[in-house]
């Protein structure tokens, strides 16, 4: 359990990065939704103890962020940025075995954390290749091995899914859910979709503060009846409704164009309202905050 209260970050420009935030973070995967520039790095450098905060207070299992506690909390993370670049020259294996060395780790056990976690990222056959030889996805799931080696009890990832095919998102989403048994996984991402597959609990933040905290049930709750389908051939009316109303997609059909339209009131056009998906009610929230 992470329990982040009054958290206040402000940086020597005089920018507010998080203003005031309190959160609980239950074992499982807990998911971090937010535009870019939300907060959402800077908690996690936060809880990663690269970064100090300018006020409030963070506990990791009771264990409270303070220095003289640091080293104990690194030993219970792990963690993936969203910019990775490990050690080009060496191969694949040979970076993963340097960075189980470094862990602390006896030789046979990270060995074998590093060849399960090889197999289960689809970089079995890419070990002899050097790091600067592997694609920007390939680079990505390396980076997650190396956060797994450590059988951390907190796992951050930021954008694991960056650069994947759809493939491969399934299997990093697959191994992150079957990981977060017994851990805590806080998976940030702007894939709402990884999301709607992958967890149960979730938080959206915007401008330093967290909009929601809750269920995904609950924030899809708070967007019933606030999304709409419409179906028509009038460029004019699409013109005008994309302009008063938020648009989530836009589809052409056998029947014309079919947009979703999110909005507080039911628009005057000929709409229905429609079932909510987890991507409507982040656009709900980000616009309406309510």
């Known amino acids: 359990m992470i329990e982040i209260r009054d958290l206040t970050v402000k940086f020597k420009n005089g920018v507010t990065a998080i203003n005031h935030a309190s959160l609980d973070i239950p074992p499982g995967i807990y998911g971090l939704l937010g535009e870019n520039g939300a907060g959402k790095t800077t908690l996690m450098r936060v809880l990663t103890t690269i970064l100090k905060p300018s006020g409030g207070s963070v506990s990791l299992d009771g264990i409270k962020y303070e220095e003289k506690n640091y080293e104990m909390i690194q030993r219970k993370i792990g963690y993936l940025p969203q910019e990775i670049d490990l050690y080009p020259m060496l191969t694949v294996r040979e970076c993963m075995e340097y960075l189980g060395e470094l862990s602390g780790l006896d030789k ?74 017994e851990r805590t996984v806080l ?43 419409c179906r028509t051939d009038d460029e004019m009316l699409i013109r005008q409704l994309s302009k008063k109303y938020h648009v989530s997609s836009r589809q052409y059909t056998e029947k014309g164009m079919q947009i979703r339209l999110i909005s507080q009131e039911k628009p005057q056009a000929e709409c229905i309202p429609c079932e909510v998906t987890l991507e409507d009610a982040y656009i709900y929230m980000m616009n309406f905050g309510v």
Request: charged fraction near 30%; proline fraction near 3%; aromatic fraction near 8%.
């Open 187 to 229: 998976f940030s991402t702007h894939v709402v979709e990884d999301l709607a597959a992958t967890c149960s609990r979730l938080s959206v933040m915007k401008k330093g503060e967290f909009l929601y905290s809750g269920s995904v049930k609950g924030m899809l709750e708070r967007a019933k009846d606030h999304v709409f389908l």
């Open 108 to 181: 046979k056990t990270y060995r074998s954390r590093m060849e399960y976690y090889l197999e289960k990222t689809g970089l079995a056959d890419h070990g002899k290749k050097r790091m600067r030889q592997l694609s920007g996805g390939m680079k990505r799931r390396a980076g997650l091995v190396q956060a797994l080696l450590s059988d951390p009890r907190f796992l951050i990832v930021d954008e694991p899914t960056t650069g994947l095919d759809p493939e491969e998102r399934i299997r990093i989403r697959n191994l992150l859910v079957d990981f977060s048994r």
